[in-house]
Nanobody
Framework: QVQLVESGGGLVQPGGSLRLSCGAP????????MCWYRQAPGKQRELVAK???????NYANSVKGRFTISRDNAKNTVYLQMNSLRPEDTAVYYC?????????????WGQGTQVTVSS
């Protein structure tokens, strides 16, 4: 059973910052792409940011320029630095590890951490 352990969510005012962290087993961290997804009430889960094992990143248009994903391979940890937060960023944020082997995709999920942006 692969466990991803998230931390760092909470309540923040608009314009504020938070940093999410996600630890993963070293056996998968080195080869899996690491992602952050989010799901707001009544909405579908959406990809927020992704970083490959090689360090390439991509972001949802809604967070470009405000969020930064990074990974520390020595600590087997991925981070999501969230700046200039907006009320519409309120959601449960999920860490995800994903890897494609041939035609098969492997996905592992964290338990989710709540981020609430409100004054």
């Amino acid at each position: 059973q692969v466990q991803l352990v998230e931390s760092g969510g909470g309540l923040v005012q608009p314009g504020g910052s938070l940093r999410l962290s996600c630890g993963a087993p070293g056996s998968i961290f080195s080869i899996y792409a690491m992602c952050w997804y989010r799901q707001a009430p009544g909405k579908q889960r959406e990809l927020v940011a992704k970083i490959t094992s090689g360090g390439s990143t991509n972001y949802a248009n809604s967070v470009k320029g405000r969020f930064t994903i990074s990974r520390d391979n020595a600590k087997n940890t991925v981070y999501l630095q969230m700046n200039s937060l907006r009320p519409e960023d309120t959601a449960v944020y999920y860490c995800n590890a994903q890897h494609q082997n041939g035609i098969t995709w492997y996905h592992y999920w964290g338990q989710g951490t709540q981020v609430t942006v409100s004054s």
